[in-house]
């Protein structure tokens, strides 16, 4: 049986999250949702995206054609789509105007040369590469998928992502038609609405995609928390996006013939910009269930990061012979995934922690990490404070009059072995300074 981890000592952040009432935890909580937004910006990167996805539809709509022209039974792809955004994405006069246009394109597409057909697939390899750089961004990824991965991976979503949109507009149509008696259908499933069928499958793409292509663990709960949440937020932006277009025909008659294009663009928009909220939503829950969201992230923050961190690593091993998960290290020390993956890096780098891989699965993942234990194995005897401080706020390479100075006073205020700070009795450190008051 496993022993139960090291457990380190209540924290600050453990006492202000006992002090919280429920109200204040949620209004924290929707704050720092919101400065996430923010600092990622997602609306100008769903701009991005909506670009490369306009430019990759017609590739896409080729694999698809190809995927319903082999299966007759699937019927025309023209048919299929015209009737699935006629059931409440786009009105039927913009809808065929849009699907006339994109079925020309994609049977064009089918008929291209080698070397055309290359160009189609390096725009859809580029539009998920777009993707991928968001995720990034939003998860705090440092290290970027190795190339050989990075290319075997697009070009699996690149094939079975058309084959799943395919079968969920599939499944809707044929279960819209069979409720008007349309086509025969299984008598079980008459008793599911459409729109139930369609949050279903946009669920589990999302959570498929949230959950392979950022270049990192994803728990498999987190993905789907966000791929719920973005499904939802699709069906919700599409009764919302309906309801406009139908009540406010302004556009029409500004746009003329045209007027399709800037109303499919929006949507393409709207699309990517839930998709991103979504990951965001995944990548955010862990940093909610482990408190950080209260925590304050402030200059020379990563010094204490990485004392947290070493000090969970250190009496785990030194007193139970313990490894700690990631996950473990991130509940006990309240920081996000981003910040202790790049402790536990840097750590790994100085040769002051290891890891142990769980299972030979991982070695061939796509992510970046399968389930990894760490341990300390550096010398706490020998590496001090001030070795802690340098090389992760303060380097001091330079060999100018002030950088010296400041390093004589890293070395005469921290230089103690943590070994020795780390045994140290918790009632025998310094206390803290009292916060100034403004007062004289």
Excluded at 125 to 153: G, V
Excluded at 212 to 221: E, F, S, T, Y
Excluded at 284 to 295: C, S
Excluded at 326 to 336: D, G, I, K
């Amino acid at each position: 049986m496993e022993k139960p981890a090291f457990t380190s000592p209540p924290t600050d952040t453990d006492s202000r999250l006992a002090n919280l009432s429920r109200k204040d935890r949620i209004k924290g909580i929707l704050r720092y949702c919101r400065e996430r937004v923010e600092e990622n910006n997602l609306s100008d990167v769903a701009g991005n995206i909506s670009f490369t996805i306009i430019l990759s539809l017609v590739p896409m709509l080729a694999i698809m054609l190809a995927i319903f022209t082999t299966f007759p039974e699937f019927g025309t792809l023209q048919y299929t789509l015209e009737t699935y955004f006629a059931q409440g994405m786009i009105p039927g006069n913009i809808a065929r105007t849009i699907l006339n246009y994109l079925g020309e394109f994609a049977s064009n597409a089918a008929n291209v040369s080698i070397v055309g057909g290359l160009t189609l697939l390096f725009t859809t390899l580029t539009t998920i590469s777009t993707i991928e750089s968001a995720f990034d961004r939003i998860w705090h990824i440092m290290t970027p998928r190795p190339l050989i991965k990075r290319i075997i991976l697009y070009i699996a979503i690149a094939v079975f992502a058309p084959l799943l949109l395919g079968i969920s507009i599939y499944l809707t149509t044929h279960l819209v038609l069979s409720k008007h008696g349309l086509v025969g259908w299984l008598p079980v499933l008459n008793t599911i609405s459409a729109p139930l069928i369609a949050v279903i499958w946009t669920t589990i793409a999302f959570t498929l995609l949230y959950r392979i292509l950022p270049h990192r663990l994803v728990l498999w709960k987190d993905a789907a928390a966000g791929g719920l949440f973005a499904a939802v937020a699709f069906e919700i932006a599409i009764r919302l996006f309906v309801f406009f277009i139908v009540n406010f025909s302004s556009y029409e008659r500004i746009y003329g013939a045209l007027a399709a294009f800037p109303i499919f663009m929006m949507w393409i928009y709207i699309s990517s910009l839930i998709m991103l909220l979504g990951a965001l939503v995944a990548a955010l829950l862990p940093d909610i269930r482990n408190g950080r969201w209260n925590a304050a992230s402030l200059i020379g923050s990563r010094f204490s990061d990485a004392m947290k961190i070493i000090g969970v690593l250190y009496n785990s091993g030194q007193h139970h012979n313990l490894v700690v998960s990631r996950t473990e290290l991130e509940r006990q020390t309240h920081l996000s995934v981003s910040e202790t993956e790049y402790c536990l890096t840097k750590l790994e780098k100085l040769g002051w922690a290891t890891t142990l891989k769980r299972s030979m699965i991982s070695t061939v993942s796509f992510r970046k990490r399968g389930p990894r234990e760490w341990k300390w194995i550096g010398d706490a005897r020998k590496i001090t404070v001030a070795d802690v401080f340098r090389q992760f706020v303060f380097a001091g390479n330079s060999d100018d009059h002030l950088t010296l100075e400041v390093d004589k006073i890293i070395d005469n205020g921290l230089n103690l072995a943590l070994a020795d700070y780390f045994d140290i009795p918790e009632d025998s450190l310094p206390e803290k300074p009292e916060a100034a008051t403004g007062k004289t």
